[in-house]
């Protein structure tokens, strides 16, 4: 079974930056996927982000494109988004995921197993 854990969410100012880590460990099947969702209160969750098994093909959401970088380090076996210019909107839980394939994927289907999330806040 394969757990995630998601850290590096707290409190910042509109336009500040932060990152967020997924350690992934467990019993993993190469090669998995990963991504990034998010779900703000009221709200259905949200694509965020998506990476390839090697990282080199990424995809990302259109509320986030050019603002948030999503990379892996499969040495590590740790996922990262940096999230630049951020926006009261983008506050939210951050949920890490991993699934089963070589291919990014935005669909939640792709994905197996999640993370208990972190929770992200920006003040305007």
């Known amino acids: 079974q394969v757990q995630l854990v998601e850290s590096g969410g707290g409190l910042v100012q509109a336009g500040g930056s932060l990152r967020l880590s997924c350690a992934v460990s467990?019993?993993?099947?190469?090669?998995?996927?990963m991504g990034w969702f998010r779900q703000a209160p009221g709200k259905e969750r949200e694509f965020v982000a998506a990476?390839?098994?090697?990282?080199?093909?990424?995809y990302y959401g259109d509320s986030v494109k050019g603002r948030f970088t999503i990379s892996r380090d499969n040495a590590k076996n740790t996922m990262y988004l940096q999230m630049n210019s951020l926006k009261p909107e983008d506050t939210a839980v951050y949920y890490c995921?991993?699934?089963?394939?070589?291919?990014?994927?935005?669909?939640?289907?792709?994905?197996?197993?999640w993370g208990q999330g972190t929770q992200v806040t920006v003040s305007s």
């Open positions: 990476i390839s098994w090697s990282g080199r093909n990424t």
């Open positions: 467990g019993r993993t099947f190469s090669p998995y996927r």
């Open positions: 995921a991993a699934g089963q394939g070589a291919s990014e994927s935005s669909r939640s289907e792709s994905y197996a197993s």
